[in-house]
């Protein structure tokens, strides 16, 4: 094979494996499910009112929007990143609790109780 058919092939090969890797960090930087379907799934299971939902939309956008800052700043430091992102996640559940009604209020904490053991599933521990 001649040497500039090699070197295009590597060239084509390196930006693929890039792109690749990029694409993978992208995506393992995006909240789980989006502010859109999170704000559906809530409407539905808590019965929100539509002040309620466009309330709890600017709250859920305001935190991803703390969390990829939070990310941003505490790269390389996984425990650091972790308890940034656990201190938004309490400050945001008790902002949405704010907009809620008390019925609705102990709705919530029950979804936010069935959420806990996935999240210890996927949460890899740290002497790992």
């Known amino acids: 094979m001649p040497t500039a058919i090699k070197r295009t092939t590597l060239g084509l090969l390196l930006v693929l494996g890039i792109t690749i890797l990029l694409s993978s960090l992208v995506h393992a930087q995006s909240p789980r499910m989006p502010v859109e379907d999170r704000v559906k799934m809530l409407k539905e299971k808590l019965k929100l ?36 992102i656990a201190e938004l996640m309490k400050t945001t559940n008790s902002k949405i609790k704010t907009v809620l009604t008390d019925a609705q209020a102990t709705q919530y904490d029950k979804i936010l109780e069935g959420r806990r053991p996935r999240m210890k599933r996927q949460t890899p521990s740290s002497g790992q």
């Open 49 to 84: 009112s539509d002040e309620q939902t466009a309330k709890i939309t600017i709250i859920l956008e305001d935190q991803r929007e703390e969390i990829t800052n939070a990310t941003n700043e505490n790269r390389g430091d996984r425990d650091a990143m972790r308890t940034a």
